[in-house]
């Protein structure tokens, strides 16, 4: 069964760092693009990074630029995202997909590859 799988999350102070993982199962990452979205309670889903040919694109929203780096673990077979500078604002459910990766980032489509994961909740709070 070919999957994605989110982890990483936590509770984090403000200003603080996490780095998430979307790990593949039963296929290799390296065969498509990969983004990262987040969804706040009350929210719409919004995408936030992407990345392709093994971190040859990649693409950040506004909210994310100077902040995430996403990038590629081909020994672990991920792609991580690193946040820094977290703020109660990024508190949300991440998830990750394949995509088509493009500088439109927010409204970047999903693939039509398997479901949406159960995602990895991150909450910024002190």
């Known amino acids: 069964q070919v999957q994605l799988v989110e982890s990483g999350g936590g509770l984090v102070q403000p200003g603080g760092s996490l780095t998430l993982s979307c790990a593949a199962s039963?296929?290799?990452?390296?065969?498509?693009?990969i983004g990262w979205f987040r969804q706040a309670p009350g929210k719409e889903r919004e995408g936030i990074s992407c990345s392709e040919n093994d971190g040859g694109i990649t693409y950040y929203a506004d909210s994310a630029k100077g902040r995430f780096t996403i990038s590629w673990d081909h020994a672990k077979n991920t792609v991580d995202l690193q946040m820094n500078s977290l703020s109660p604002e990024d508190t949300a459910t991440y998830y990750c997909a394949g995509v088509v990766c493009r500088r439109e980032v927010e409204t970047m489509p999903k693939l039509d590859f398997g479901s949406w994961g159960q995602g990895t909740q991150v909450t910024v709070s002190s």
């Open positions: 039963g296929f290799n990452l390296d065969s498509m693009a």
